[in-house]
């Protein structure tokens, strides 16, 4: 008899769901290969933009909505720390005057994750079945880094990806300028801040840059490709599920040869 | 006659810094100069982190009791021959200073490092009156020359360059000789001095800051790395005291807890060159000192702060950390904020003594990276309070129209998720078709900001859960 596999639900957040779907398909890949079964309940966005707006209502509102759609799973991942942070650290916060959702808020985030820390903390994952040839460096994005301390868990799995040499930017933990509505708000700032990053990345010589947020890798392979620059940007779940033959972030699609 | 807040033109001042090429390379010293001191000093000391909690245990202790350790530290003040004055608001403490100096009959008086003095706007109201300011910390006299706010709490002048500095001191010291060589920092630190020195003998009255104020003595604290302090403040007949209602604290054995952060974050030293101690004015057996001892205490909103939602920027002991470690401060330099407090922490004060309506951009301009909480001495949680000061915005309709709607429009499909997923599907969809050849957008109408300055990666098609949906279904 077949032991019954715990479910993760998979909190794809909506940026992979509109943009780059292949993180979310590498993302469910992952937490099978560790053992579990990933379900996807119909989801639309965390409510981050929302919350960060000073508009609680909606944010809460949104948090209910995922809250419930979640509830019955034994384990909810994101493959986002920005995301996850919102799930496991901020949720609680806006129920801090509802004793019952706050409850409620509390196993959610308690069960709730962010994609590599899951891997490694969660479900043990030593090493991954990927190759990549080449030199990558890796850009710890803020949330994740600071609300989650996701540090050293996507280094370690990067380690075990055949042909792959990890290089350290300098400023590695420095924010990359995005800041979700941030970009669009404070266009100029953002720019002169992403640049400082895409400085940082090109100074290693690395062939690709690798992060766990859709976010700072739209803004950071944006920028890389506008000044021209060849550099590879990808989500380090596409790198650890050995998805590194689709097209990178921001590049064109691969000529299909007949 | 406080400082003209210039904060509603937050955009158009960070343009103007963006472009400013002398002001980009005095910004990139912060860097080594603050960040790269800082971590090593941490480093170096095992129980920086539990010291830390301590600092923030201690300065909300007294917070918690802030009337009983004010009246204790009026008491000791008034005990040791010194005046206690609390002023509501800036005018009044504006007020206080100039009767104090009008008495004595002053004519000049020095100054050291005074952020509250920043703050009421001293400087220009007492020029108003016919007393002539003299800022004596190195930072503030080069910011005085040139008639700017300082750009940084610790460091008033970090915005400038070396080249800088030596053009305004040929400017303004017109008698010394044209050729005089100023390309080294000490020589232009010996002409300050010189300068300086003869300043401090003539002024009738000084004016400082503090950084801490002592309740069990009665004592007011500086720390300084100049000296400067020092001589304000013994030299002349009134040594006058700036400080507000956050700064008392209970003990010296707590004032040497938190001096063990302050310096630690602020410059990366393990003590400021000069930590000076006052209790009251010269007493008969002193070789020297004021024959007067005033301590302005300014409240100007701060006691609102005590019970809601900002209290903990009241354990501020401006060190400075957040700002130096901020991505958007690095950017933009202080001036950009547009009054006396820049970097997180005067996008979280700024607001709360000005107003939210003037100063909204403050708390928006975060890309809420965090790392000002993670450096701050008493654990701040800067972004937690930006952020409640754009619930404040949203909830008063301050934030701009075209953002409110926005929201409103992407809440109402969040809010609906199949609706949602059959808008996103075919928003998805179109965006990559457009974008099927380039994979990215060198140009989006409703991502212009965005574009202006980097490309925008464009959708591979359908959406995930679209594929998800229509994968499983088939296996």
Same mark, same amino acid.
């Given at each position: 008899?077949?032991?019954?596999?715990?479910?993760?639900?998979?909190f794809v957040t909506c940026l992979v769901d509109l943009i780059r779907p292949s993180v979310g398909f590498a993302a469910a890949k992952l937490i099978e290969d560790a053992g579990f079964m990933v379900e996807?309940?119909?989801?639309?966005?965390?409510?981050?933009?929302?919350?960060?707006?000073?508009?609680?209502?909606?944010?809460?509102?949104?948090?209910?909505?995922?809250?419930?759609?979640?509830?019955?799973?034994?384990?909810?991942?994101? !493959?986002?720390?920005?995301?996850?942070?919102?799930?496991?650290?901020?949720? @609680?916060?806006?129920?801090?005057?509802?004793?019952?959702?706050?409850?409620?808020?509390?196993?959610?985030?308690?069960?709730?994750?962010?994609?590599?820390?899951?891997?490694?903390?969660?479900?043990?994952?030593?090493?991954?079945?990927?190759?990549?040839?080449?030199?990558?460096?890796?850009?710890?994005?803020?949330?994740?880094?600071?609300? #989650?301390?996701?540090?050293?868990?996507?280094?370690?799995? #990067?380690?075990?990806?055949?042909?792959?040499? $990890?290089?350290? =930017?300098?400023?590695?933990?420095?924010?990359?300028?995005?800041?979700?509505?941030?970009?669009?708000?404070?266009?100029?700032?953002?720019?002169?801040?992403?640049?400082?990053?895409?400085?940082?990345?090109?100074?290693?010589?690395?062939?690709?840059?690798?992060?766990?947020?859709?976010?700072?890798?739209?803004? =950071?392979?944006?920028? #890389?490709?506008?000044?021209?620059?060849?550099?590879?940007?990808?989500?380090?779940?596409?790198?650890?599920?050995?998805?590194?033959?689709?097209?990178?972030?921001?590049? &064109?699609?691969?000529?299909?040869? !007949? | =006659?406080?400082?003209?807040?210039?904060?509603?033109?937050?955009?158009?001042?960070?343009?103007?810094?963006?472009?400013?090429?002398?002001?980009?390379?005095? +910004?990139?010293?912060?860097?080594?100069?603050?960040?790269?001191?800082?971590?090593?000093?941490?480093?170096?000391?095992?129980?920086?982190?539990?010291?830390?909690?301590?600092?923030?245990?201690?300065?909300?202790?007294?917070?918690?009791?802030?009337?009983?350790?004010?009246?204790?530290?009026?008491?000791?003040?008034?005990?040791?021959?010194?005046?206690?004055?609390?002023?509501?608001?800036?005018?009044?403490?504006?007020?206080?200073?100039?009767?104090?100096?009008?008495?004595?009959?002053?004519?000049?008086?020095?100054?050291?490092?005074?952020?509250?003095?920043?703050?009421?706007?001293?400087?220009?109201?007492?020029?108003?009156?016919?007393?002539? &300011?003299?800022?004596?910390?190195?930072?503030?006299? +080069?910011?005085?020359?040139?008639?700017?706010?300082?750009?940084?709490?610790?460091?008033?002048?970090?915005?400038?360059?070396?080249?800088?500095?030596?053009?305004?001191?040929?400017?303004?010291?017109?008698?010394?000789?044209?050729?005089?060589?100023?390309?080294?920092?000490?020589?232009?630190?010996?002409?300050?001095?010189?300068?300086?020195?003869?300043?401090?003998?003539?002024?009738?009255?000084?004016?400082?800051?503090?950084?801490?104020?002592?309740?069990?003595?009665?004592?007011?604290?500086?720390?300084?790395?100049?000296?400067?302090?020092?001589?304000?403040?013994? #030299?002349?007949?009134?040594?006058?005291?700036?400080?507000?209602?956050?700064?008392?604290?209970?003990?010296?054995?707590?004032?040497?807890?938190?001096?063990?952060?302050?310096?630690?974050?602020?410059?990366?030293?393990?003590?400021?060159?000069?930590?000076?101690?006052?209790?009251?004015?010269?007493?008969?057996?002193? &070789?020297?000192? !004021?024959?007067?001892?005033?301590?302005?205490?300014?409240?100007?909103?701060?006691?609102? $702060?005590?019970?809601?939602?900002?209290?903990?920027? +009241?354990?501020?002991?401006?060190?400075?950390?957040?700002?130096?470690?901020? !991505?958007?401060?690095?950017?933009?330099?202080?001036?950009?904020?547009?009054?006396?407090? @820049?970097?997180?922490?005067?996008?979280?004060?700024?607001?709360?003594?000005?107003?939210?309506?003037?100063?909204?951009?403050?708390?928006?301009?975060?890309?809420?990276?965090?790392?000002?909480?993670?450096?701050?001495?008493?654990?701040?949680?800067?972004?937690?309070?930006?952020?409640?000061?754009?619930?404040?915005?949203?909830?008063?309709?301050?934030?701009?129209?075209?953002?409110?709607?926005?929201?409103?429009?992407?809440?109402?499909?969040?809010?609906?998720?199949?609706?949602?997923? +059959?808008?996103?599907?075919?928003?998805?969809?179109?965006?990559?078709?457009?974008?099927?050849?380039?994979?990215?957008?060198?140009?989006?109408?409703?991502?212009?900001?965005?574009?202006?300055?980097?490309?925008?990666?464009?959708?591979?098609?359908?959406?995930?859960?679209?594929?998800?949906?229509?994968?499983?279904?088939?296996?």
């Amino acid at each position: 008899m077949v032991e019954s596999k715990k479910r993760v639900g998979l909190f794809v957040t909506c940026l992979v769901d509109l943009i780059r779907p292949s993180v979310g398909f590498a993302a469910a890949k992952l937490i099978e290969d560790a053992g579990f079964m990933v379900e996807v309940p119909r989801q639309t966005c965390c409510g981050q933009p929302a919350f960060n707006s000073g508009d609680r209502a909606t944010a809460r509102a949104l948090a209910e909505q995922v809250i419930a759609a979640f509830e019955g799973f034994d384990y909810v991942v994101a !493959p986002s720390g920005s995301c996850g942070g919102q799930l496991k650290i901020h949720y @609680p916060e806006l129920f801090r005057d509802d004793p019952d959702w706050l409850a409620r808020a509390d196993a959610f985030a308690a069960k709730t994750y962010e994609l590599v820390s899951f891997l490694v903390d969660v479900a043990g994952v030593t090493h991954v079945d990927a190759t990549f040839e080449g030199t990558a460096t890796y850009h710890d994005a803020c949330s994740g880094l600071r609300e #989650l301390g996701v540090r050293v868990q996507p280094r370690r799995l #990067l380690g075990t990806v055949q042909g792959l040499t $990890m290089k350290e =930017m300098a400023d590695s933990e420095v924010c990359c300028g995005f800041g979700g509505t941030f970009a669009t708000k404070y266009p100029d700032i953002s720019a002169t801040i992403v640049a400082k990053k895409a400085a940082n990345v090109v100074a290693t010589g690395a062939d690709m840059v690798i992060a766990g947020d859709l976010g700072c890798l739209m803004n =950071m392979a944006g920028k #890389l490709s506008r000044d021209g620059k060849t550099i590879e940007v990808r989500h380090v779940a596409e790198v650890l599920a050995g998805m590194s033959d689709l097209p990178a972030i921001g590049a &064109p699609p691969r000529e299909r040869t !007949p | =006659m406080s400082a003209v807040v210039t904060s509603p033109a937050f955009k158009a001042n960070a343009k103007a810094a963006l472009a400013d090429t002398e002001l980009q390379k005095a +910004l990139a010293l912060v860097e080594v100069n603050f960040i790269v001191r800082r971590r090593a000093a941490a480093d170096q000391l095992p129980e920086f982190e539990a010291l830390r909690d301590e600092a923030r245990d201690i300065k909300d202790h007294a917070l918690a009791h802030l009337d009983l350790y004010l009246e204790e530290y009026e008491k000791r003040v008034v005990a040791h021959g010194g005046h206690v004055h609390f002023a509501v608001d800036a005018e009044e403490a504006r007020r206080i200073v100039l009767d104090v100096c009008r008495r004595l009959g002053a004519k000049t008086v020095t100054k050291g490092k005074t952020m509250i003095g920043e703050e009421i706007g001293i400087n220009s109201f007492l020029e108003a009156n016919g007393v002539v &300011p003299i800022e004596t910390d190195l930072g503030e006299y +080069l910011i005085q020359l040139r008639g700017e706010l300082p750009s940084h709490i610790i460091a008033p002048a970090v915005h400038l360059t070396k080249a800088q500095v030596a053009a305004d001191f040929r400017r303004c010291h017109a008698d010394l000789p044209r050729d005089r060589d100023l390309t080294e920092p000490t020589t232009l630190a010996a002409e300050a001095r010189t300068v300086l020195r003869q300043k401090f003998l003539a002024a009738d009255v000084g004016i400082t800051g503090a950084n801490f104020l002592i309740a069990e003595t009665g004592s007011s604290v500086i720390v300084t790395n100049e000296g400067n302090g020092d001589l304000t403040q013994t #030299l002349p007949k009134a040594h006058i005291v700036l400080a507000s209602i956050d700064k008392v604290v209970p003990t010296l054995e707590d004032l040497s807890q938190l001096l063990r952060v302050l310096a630690r974050s602020a410059t990366g030293q393990e003590a400021s060159v000069y930590t000076t101690v006052s209790t009251g004015p010269r007493r008969a057996d002193d &070789p020297d000192g !004021p024959n007067e001892y005033h301590v302005v205490i300014l409240d100007n909103g701060r006691s609102n $702060m005590l019970g809601g939602q900002f209290r903990d920027i +009241l354990r501020c002991i401006r060190c400075g950390a957040c700002m130096n470690h901020c !991505p958007v401060y690095s950017a933009v330099g202080g001036h950009a904020y547009g009054w006396v407090y @820049p970097g997180p922490m005067g996008a979280v004060m700024t607001p709360a003594l000005v107003g939210i309506d003037k100063t909204g951009h403050l708390p928006n301009a975060s890309t809420f990276c965090g790392r000002c909480e993670e450096v701050c001495p008493v654990r701040i949680p800067l972004p937690k309070m930006l952020r409640h000061w754009r619930e404040r915005e949203f909830e008063r309709r301050l934030s701009p129209a075209t953002v409110r709607a926005g929201l409103r429009f992407w809440a109402f499909f969040a809010r609906h998720p199949r609706l949602y997923g +059959l808008a996103t599907l075919v928003f998805a969809r179109s965006l990559a078709w457009f974008g099927r050849r380039r994979g990215r957008f060198r140009f989006l109408p409703f991502a212009r900001g965005w574009t202006r300055h980097r490309d925008f990666p464009a959708p591979m098609g359908s959406t995930f859960q679209a594929q998800w949906r229509s994968r499983r279904r088939s296996s």
